[in-house]
Every structure is written in C-alpha cells, then in structure tokens.
C-alpha cells in the first residue's frame, strides 16, 4: 500500500472517533441516537480528505501517518469543546477550517524547496519578536488572568505568541546550519562544562533573550518554557554537546529562581504550585489548579462518562475554571478516565517520534535541525500545559495543541505541521533517489 492510501486510510478512524464522540453526547443528553452524529463525522471526513488531496499531489512522499495523528487530536478536542460549550465548538470547528485552509496554503507555497526560509532568517525572527511584542501594545493588547496574551483587532483576537515559536526555530535552525562547526570547535572548558564561543552564539543567544524579556513582560511563562526548550533542542541536535544543554538548563534554573522571587507573578504562580490547599490563602488562588487534582481524581480508571463530568453548579458558577483551555485535559481525565487520557498522551508521543524520525532521514541540516526543533516545541508544549494541570510543575497558560479551544493555537500548529511534512517528502524523496 502506497504511503498516501496509508493516509487516507487512517482518515476513517479519526472521522468513526468523532461520530462516536458525538453520538454519545446526544445520547447523554436526550436519551437518544440523533443522525446527526453521522453528519459531522461525514463534514469532517470530507474536509481531511480535500486536505488529503492537496497533500497526495504536492507531497506524494510526505511522512503518512502524522496527518491522521493529527486529525485523532483535532476530533477529540473538537468533542470536548461540544460537550463543554455548543457555541465554542462551532467556533473551533470554523477554526479548524481556518488552520485546514492554511495548512494547505503552506504546503502549495513551499512544495518547491521548504528551505528558501533559511534565506529570510533575519526577517522571520524579527517578524517573531515584534508578534511577542504586540500584547503589550495599548489599545489592541489583552490582559487575562495577569498575563498579556491576546491581541484583539475588531472581534478577531489571537496569541502571537504562538506563531513566534515557528519563527524561532527557524531562525535558529538557519543560524545553527552555518555556524555550527566554528561553534563546535571553538568551545571552551569552563568549570568543567565545554562553552559554546559566544562570539558565534551571541545572536541566537540575542533573540532568545529578547523573547525570554518579553515573555516576562507580557508573563506568558509557559511560551517561556516552550520557547527555551526549543532552543536547548536545536542546540544539542546542532552540536551533539551535552555540556551545552547542561549549562543552557543551568542558565535557565538560575534565571528562573531569580524571577520567582522577583517577579510576584511568577512568585504567586510558584507558591500555588507547592500547596494550592493552603489554608491562609483566603484570596482563591489555588481554586483552579485545586480543582483540576479533584476532578482528575474523580476519573479513577475509566472515568465518569462522555458529558457526566460536574463542570457547573445549578447556579451557573464555574466548578473547574476554564475547562476550553487550561484544563481541558482534567476534563478529559474526569469522563474518560486515567486510560482515555493516556490514550491522548500516546497519540501526542506518536506525533513526536514522526516528527523526530523526520528530523533523522531529512538529508540537510537546516531540514533536520528545523524538524527537531519543531517537534520538541509541540512536544515541550504538550508537557507544560499537562504538566501544569497535574502538578508536575507550575501552572501556565498554555494550550494543549490540537485540543485546547483557540483559533491562534490551532493555525499555528497547523502551520507547524505542514513544514514538518515538507521536510519528510523531500527526505522521503531524496531517500528513494526520485
């Protein structure tokens, strides 16, 4: 069977997964089977098919699997939101169409030779840095929950800092490409760890560290964490020296214990981690994190059920705050379980080993480091926000990619994915000598 009929065939599921998903909500709610169920999963077949055309056409050798990972994903998260709020879920669905629409732009755009974004370097990550920027922009800038995240022009807001992460990478993977080798050679031992020369660093080393000023400006911390972790990627992939993750992850340790007590922001966020049940915090600010352990507790195994997780009170007040976005995956582990969400986790590591292996046959090193670093960004985002929900380290506002609701998240990711197959087809290509 040819890769594209392996993509097309992997499709079905995804579709019989959201009519199931459907179908079980309706049943929940008034006791019986609605066609309807049948009809969105019909909708959504048939738009991952026209997507699967453009792909059959313009990348006949693209990778045939990370396509239907990501349509599971986008099925489940578009589930969900239904089940949460019927009004989110026609946004998001008229998302999904948007991030389709661009995914396919990307691929048509770039299909001759994804590597003519290595020329445009500089401009991409300054286009990256100015994105982070706008939040804190009077009059278009949007403040939520004490971070500036959104840029709203008219009834369109959407999260720059989604795209600049894309625009990082690349720049970084561009840069790393030409420089790597003097960087390599001209390292330097200090307290015991090799040293990159910082002449040759010092304008990666730049643009990270206006993005991570910025970040802390506009307080969006888990894009921090997303964005450094990308750059500690394309740096071990570039140069195949441990020491030098090792002091980037010290760099980082310091900065971060200095903005925890510094910062009060970061200082409020870190003390919620530790003990959000703290009896002296009459304010409510460990409700959301506190809540998200109750309702993930509350899943046990296989979980409570499509739609009989307890989400509002009589009243309308909000039981588990923002569960669209920060914690969608408490919901998912409430109805569906520990299984259900580790099912969700597996499909997540699945996208990350194609993403990798695609990074591995790509034949140059911007493809590969590009690759790499894309793939360990959408996997370091996974982390942050699942992570944040179950405790593991302090909650940020990141969305879970795919899933989460957000117009910005979903378009981007899209974007991401679309460069990712790029790169397979050329290396898929150049592999079988075509």
Request: aromatic share 10%.
């Amino acid at each position: 069977m040819t890769a594209r009929n392996r993509e097309l065939l992997g499709l079905i599921p995804a579709s019989l997964l959201l009519t199931a998903g459907f179908a079980a909500i309706f049943i929940e709610r008034a006791e019986e089977l609605s066609n309807v169920s049948l009809t969105y999963g019909a909708v959504f077949l048939g738009l991952c098919v026209a997507v699967h055309a453009v792909i059959r056409f313009t990348l006949p050798d693209a990778d045939p699997y990370l396509f239907p990972l990501v349509a599971v994903l986008a099925c489940f998260g578009l589930v969900v939101i239904y089940r949460i709020d019927e009004d989110l879920a026609r946004d998001q669905a008229q998302w999904f169409v948007v991030g389709l629409a661009v995914f396919a732009a990307t691929i048509i755009w770039l299909r001759r030779d994804v590597r003519v974004l290595e020329q445009y370097r500089y401009t991409i990550a300054a286009a990256g840095l100015v994105l982070l920027m706008l939040p804190r922009v009077p009059g278009i800038g949007q403040q939520v929950n004490g971070a500036y995240l959104s840029v709203g022009v008219g009834p369109v807001s959407f999260q720059p800092a989604e795209l600049t992460k894309i625009a990082i990478v690349i720049f970084l993977a561009a840069y790393l490409r030409e420089h790597r080798d003097v960087m390599i050679i001209g390292a330097r031992r200090f307290l015991g760890l090799t040293i990159p020369p910082l002449k040759h660093l010092g304008p990666p080393l730049a643009v990270w560290g206006i993005g991570m000023l910025m970040l802390v400006v506009i307080r969006d911390l888990g894009a921090s964490m997303m964005f450094f972790g990308g750059f500690l990627a394309v740096i071990y992939v570039a140069t195949n020296r441990l020491s030098f993750v090792i002091f980037g992850v010290a760099m980082f340790g310091a900065g971060a214990l200095f903005f925890a007590r510094t910062v009060s922001h970061v200082q409020q966020r870190v003390d919620i981690w530790l003990d959000p049940f703290a009896p002296d915090r009459v304010d409510g600010s460990g409700y959301q994190i506190a809540q998200s352990m109750f309702a993930q507790a509350d899943g046990g195994l296989f979980g409570t059920g499509f739609g009989q997780a307890l989400l509002h009170l009589p009243g309308g007040a909000s039981i588990l705050p923002a569960p669209h976005t920060d914690l969608i995956y408490a919901v998912i582990t409430n109805e569906l379980g520990l299984a259900g969400a580790c099912g969700v986790l597996l499909v997540y590591l699945l996208v990350a080993a194609r993403g990798f292996k695609i990074a591995m046959i790509a034949r140059d090193s911007f493809s590969t480091l590009m690759a790499a670093g894309l793939t360990a960004v959408l996997a370091l985002q996974v982390f942050v926000i699942v992570g944040g929900v179950t405790r593991v380290i302090p909650l940020t506002g990141v969305t879970l990619p795919f899933v989460s609701y957000g117009g910005s998240s979903l378009v981007a990711n899209f974007i991401l994915l679309a460069l990712l197959l790029l790169v397979s087809d050329r290396a898929r290509r150049e592999a079988v000598g075509r």
